[in-house]
């Protein structure tokens, strides 16, 4: 029998205040003397809190969906919404996380981490705890003082993670962040993350073409299909808390997600 990826209610959403709400999202880029439609007719509600997953392959829109929502892309048409009010451009109150680390090269991990709060937080002592507290929520204390060079792959992307939650902001956007880290780095990122996400409880929206991280992660999956790209499923996951990769029923669910999602894969 073929697992149904249809939508499924959204029981988890209803209950909760909409933080961001995306209606009929399309994005059409010019390419050479026709167009090229990306984005199609997209809808979305992340509710306060959540952590939604956006799942899908290469090619199939999900880094321009998260430009769109973090404003530094206007839609061609439809609109996204931030606690009720039209996104116009980029703002603190959403923030991006790439897969490539963009840490500024010369400032040392701390100094990386406080860049944002420059200019906006005028009194030193304040900027030095909250970065204190940042750098221990990461687990970068002893590397304070080191530049990025001298550090792994995955402390970049734990610095990267720390210099946008400094910042406080209501909607966390993360750009397939662990794709280049090894495979036990990758899950430690998974593990911080969430535990991040306990404790500060920001809505995060978080793109992979992972499935396993997907189902990891995610209170709720947003499958989408490419040319163009659309969302295809909205799918629930009921799976407890902590997650284990060897549980049978964590097997089942992501065999039934590979299974959905035969072909759409590359
Ligand atoms: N600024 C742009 N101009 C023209 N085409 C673009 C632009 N940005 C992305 N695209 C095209 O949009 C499609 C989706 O790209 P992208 O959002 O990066 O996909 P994904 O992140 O899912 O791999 C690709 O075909 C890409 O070439
Ligand atoms: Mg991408």
């Keep these: 029998m073929k697992p ?16 961001l709400e995306v209606r009929n999202l399309t994005q059409i ?3 050479g003397r026709t167009f090229l439609k990306v984005l199609a007719d997209i809808q979305l509600t992340a509710a306060t809190g959540e952590l939604i997953c956006i799942l899908g392959p290469s090619g199939c829109g999900k880094s321009t969906l998260l430009k769109a929502l973090s404003g530094f892309l206007s839609p061609s048409a439809g609109e996204v919404r931030l606690s009720g009010r039209p996104v116009s451009g980029p703002g603190p109150d959403r923030c991006v996380v790439f897969q490539e ?18 200019g906006k937080v005028r009194d030193r002592r304040a900027v030095q705890r909250e970065v204190d507290r940042f750098l221990s929520l990461v687990g ?17 992307q734990r610095v990267a993670l720390a210099r946008v939650l400094i910042l406080q902001p209501r909607v966390l956007l993360m750009d397939e962040p662990f794709a280049s880290l090894d495979a036990q780095t990758r899950e430690e990122m998974q593990n911080l993350l969430l535990s991040l996400w306990k404790q500060l409880s920001h809505t995060i929206l978080f ?4 499935v396993m991280e997907a189902a990891t992660l995610a209170d709720r999956i947003l499958v989408m299909d ?29 065999r039934m997600l590979h299974e959905g999602l035969r072909g759409q894969f590359i």
Excluded at 103 to 118: D, H, M, Q, R
Excluded at 207 to 210: L, M, P, Y
Excluded at 228 to 243: H, Q, S
């Design 29 to 31: 880029f010019p390419a």
């Design 140 to 156: 970068l204390t002893p590397y304070r003082n080191f530049l990025p060079r001298e550090i792994s792959g995955g402390m970049k």
């Design 101 to 118: 680390d963009a840490l500024f090269p010369w400032l040392t991990v701390s100094e990386n981490i406080a860049f944002g709060l420059k």
């Design 207 to 210: 793109v992979t073409h992972d």
């Design 226 to 254: 490419k040319n163009p790209g659309r969302i295809r499923a909205d799918i629930p996951v009921a799976l407890k808390r902590p997650r284990h990769s060897d549980a049978s029923e964590f097997t089942r669910f992501c």
């Design 4 to 19: 149904d990826l249809k939508v499924i209610s959204r029981n988890k959403t209803e209950h909760r205040q909409p933080i």
